[in-house]
């Protein structure tokens, strides 16, 4: 289940029946384009380093901005990035 303070950021799915760790590229991907800090901090209690670089290295839904500024956070090298290619 989701926090409350996280549902806003999940307005287009079911809550009550949602699951992170089920979709574990969604939630990822929408705490790292709309999340705050406190978002953040969850989702890296929930996922491990490597499941979040790995979203930012091949989703192509997250803009170029965001993905510019988590290479930048997680040391990963722009040509890395799918959106900045």
């Given at each position: 289940m989701?926090?409350?303070y996280?549902?806003?950021?999940?307005?287009?799915?079911?809550?009550?029946?949602?699951?992170?760790?089920?979709?574990?590229?969604?939630?990822?991907?929408?705490?790292?384009?709309?999340?705050?800090?406190?978002?953040?901090?969850?989702?890296?209690?929930?996922?491990?380093?490597?499941?979040?670089?790995?979203?930012?290295?091949?989703?192509?839904?997250?803009?170029?901005?965001?993905?510019?500024?988590?290479?930048?956070?997680?040391?990963?090298?722009?040509?890395?990035?799918?959106?900045?290619?």
């Amino acid at each position: 289940m989701l926090p409350q303070y996280l549902r806003s950021y999940f307005w287009d799915v079911d809550i009550s029946s949602f699951d992170p760790q089920a979709h574990p590229e969604y939630t990822i991907e929408r705490i790292l384009e709309l999340g705050d800090s406190n978002a953040v901090a969850w989702l890296e209690q929930q996922f491990s380093e490597e499941q979040i670089k790995q979203v930012i290295r091949t989703n192509n839904r997250l803009t170029p901005k965001s993905a510019n500024f988590w290479a930048l956070i997680y040391h990963i090298p722009p040509q890395d990035v799918i959106v900045l290619r």
